[in-house]
């Protein structure tokens, strides 16, 4: 986590669902005039250079935004994903989560910003600030736990950590199982990548060698929880068996807002037939925990 540069994947298929659920809750908190908090533990840079020696070492945005880019789509909430990237397309860069909240933001609304690495909160900084923005250099994780409850009743976590470490996983279920107790009101969007398996499944965290087994031990730990509601969306634009890395990536989402799996569920029959890789292409959307 201390390393982990985004920049590298910056506009992937992954950041692709990951920002239309992003867009999709935010605009269901903006239903009602009252303002609402938003936090993102592992913020990034807040705006990536498409053009820079990492995002063009990996390319990955080219099987990603690039895939939509131009598009019409029936979802208005694709077009205006599109249409918010586009302004940034045109410099060459790409919205991270922070820059698309702030985008989205209200007077009224709150953006509290946080990341580790020492060089992506120079960036940071750099690339955000405001009056209703609080950037803060320290562990998400830590973070979030210490400013929740937050003043602000209504509003949405984003965890999108890097996954680099095992420990990460069991980082996220401990984190979001604390905040909830103190703060049950709040929205909480889960993303987590889908990794070609290497080797088996175990029976904990710990002794889970495969990134697959632990996205899916994070699932399964979540399900177990006393939440209201848990949605789960997953993007495959490929076969397991035909990638080495990440063939997907899903999002889990607490207290997911009414007509939300719905919304998405358009948005994923309209772009999966154009960020699939092969045939083998597929989305789902599953309740694990239902009102």
Known sequence: MFSYRHSFHAGNHGDVLKHICQISLLNKLKLKDKGFV?????????????????????QEFKQGIDCLAGQKFEEPIINQ???????YKAFKQYPGSPEIAKSIMRPQDKLTLMEWNTQEIKNLKHNLNGKNISVHHRDGFEGLIAMTP????????LVDPPYEL???????????????????????????????????????FNNTNSKLGKSQMLLDSLRQQPFKN??????????????????????????????????????????????????????????????
């Not at 938003?38 to 990996?58: I, M, P, W």
Request: charged share 20%.
């Open 81 to 87: 994903y599109l249409e918010l990237v586009s302004a």
């Open 38 to 58: 938003y936090f993102d533990t592992h913020s990034g840079a807040g705006v990536y250079n498409l053009n820079s020696e990492q995002a063009l070492k990996t």
């Open 150 to 157: 937050p003043e602000i009743k209504r509003g949405l976590v």
């Open 230 to 291: 848990l949605l789960n969306i997953e993007l495959c634009v490929t076969s397991p068996s035909e990638c080495a890395g990440m063939y997907g990536s899903g999002i889990a989402i607490i207290n997911a807002p009414w007509q939300l799996d719905e919304n998405i569920r358009n948005c994923l029959q309209e772009i999966t037939p154009l960020l699939a890789q092969d045939s083998s292409a597929s989305f789902n959307l599953e309740w694990l925990i239902q009102d």
């Open 166 to 204: 095992a420990s990460e996983y069991e980082q996220v279920l401990d984190t979001i199982s604390k905040v909830y107790k103190r703060w049950s009101t709040g929205i909480f969007a889960i993303w987590y990548p889908l990794i070609s398996e290497r080797s088996g499944n175990e029976s904990n």
